[in-house]
Structure formats: C-alpha cells, structure tokens
C-alpha cells in the first residue's frame, strides 16, 4: 500500500518563509509602490509605474518610446528622489522598459 503525502498548511509554509534569514526580497521594497506616485510626479506616474525590485535595481514599465527615453535622462535623479522618500538606499539603479502590448 503506498503512503499518500501529507500536506503542509499555508499558515506553516508562510511562518517557515518568514522564519529564514535568506528572503528572496525585502520586504521594506513595498514601500516603493506606495510613494512612487509623489516622487514621480502625477504626469510621470500615469506613463511609468513599477514592475518589481530586486537587488537594488528598480524595473518600471513605461507607456511609450518617448517616455522611455525622457526617464532615462531622469533615472539619476529620480533614485536619489526614492531613496531619500525611503530613508534608505533602496534602489541603486532605475531600469525603464516599454511596456508589453
């Protein structure tokens, strides 16, 4: 007679994630999502939101080709904008890509 697996609860493997040391992510990182709109600005914000954070390097979807080279020109100034609104060095480099149709 085979042995079915047991099964693991969500609340163990959340707990057992939380537990390590090692995270795939920091969750301080959320926090970009919530000041992005007043450190990009409302007219940057409708064109360029985040996509994801990691290592250090901030990836946002842009609207257009126009956008995506005004931002580039930007990228500087806006990460130290984030990071000060942080409090911390969060983001060491703004990657910009055109958003997929």
Known sequence: MEK???????????????AGTDLP??????????????????????????LW???GRL??????????????FMEENMRNKLNERLGRKAVEKIEFRLRSR
Not at 4 to 18: E, Y
Not at 26 to 39: G, H, T
Not at 59 to 72: G, M, N
Request: charged share 30%; hydrophobic share 45%; no cysteine.
């Open 25 to 50: 992510f920091n969750p301080e990182d959320s926090m970009i999502w919530r000041v992005w709109d007043e450190v990009a600005g409302e007219t940057i914000a409708r064109n360029a939101q985040p």
């Open 59 to 72: 990836r946002v979807k842009v609207s257009d080709p126009i956008w995506l080279q005004e931002l580039s």
């Open 53 to 55: 954070v990691k290592n």
């Open 4 to 18: 079915k697996p047991t099964l693991t609860s969500l609340k163990d493997i959340i707990a057992d994630l939380l």
